[in-house]
C-alpha cells in the first residue's frame, strides 16, 4: 500500500526556517517524481518545488525560488523540503504527491499524495 506521511510543519516567526520531510512507504522513491504543493484557505492550490525522477533535476516556484531547497534520500525513501527565510505568504498545508519518471505541472498528473503538514508564519 503506498502511502506518503508528512511531517515537520509548525509555527515559526517571519524569517524562520523549517525543514518538511515526506516519507515513502509501499514503493521505492527511486524513478519518482516528488512534488511539494501547498494550500492556504481562500488561495489556489501551489505546486511549490519537485525532484524529478528521471533525471534528479529540481525545479521551484517563483515565489520560492532562492528559499527553498529540495533533497531526497532514497536510501531513507524520503524527501525534504528546507524552507528559509520564511514570510506569512508561505503560510499553508504543506504536502507530497508522487508519479513516475519527471515532474509534472498539477496535482491531477499524480497518482498519490499525503495528508499535508501545517507551516503558519507569523509574529
Known amino acids: 500500500q503506498v502511502q506518503l506521511v508528512e511531517s515537520g510543519g509548525g509555527a515559526v516567526q517571519p524569517g524562520g526556517s523549517l525543514t518538511l520531510s515526506c516519507a515513502a512507504s509501499g514503493f521505492t522513491l527511486d524513478g519518482y517524481a516528488i512534488h511539494w504543493f501547498r494550500q492556504a484557505p481562500g488561495k489556489e492550490r501551489e505546486g511549490v518545488s519537485c525532484?524529478?525522477?528521471?533525471?534528479?533535476?529540481?525545479y521551484y516556484s517563483d515565489s520560492v525560488k532562492g528559499r527553498f531547497t529540495i533533497s531526497r534520500d532514497n536510501a531513507k525513501n524520503t524527501v525534504y523540503l528546507q524552507m528559509n527565510n520564511l514570510n506569512p505568504g508561505d503560510t499553508a498545508v504543506y504536502f507530497c504527491?508522487?508519479?513516475?519518471?519527471?515532474?509534472?505541472?498539477?496535482?491531477?498528473?499524480?497518482?498519490?499524495y499525503g495528508q499535508g503538514t501545517q507551516v503558519t508564519v507569523s509574529s
Open positions: 504527491a508522487v508519479r513516475e519518471f519527471g515532474c509534472a505541472a498539477t496535482l491531477e498528473q499524480y497518482d498519490y
Open positions: 525532484t524529478s525522477g528521471s533525471n534528479g533535476n529540481a
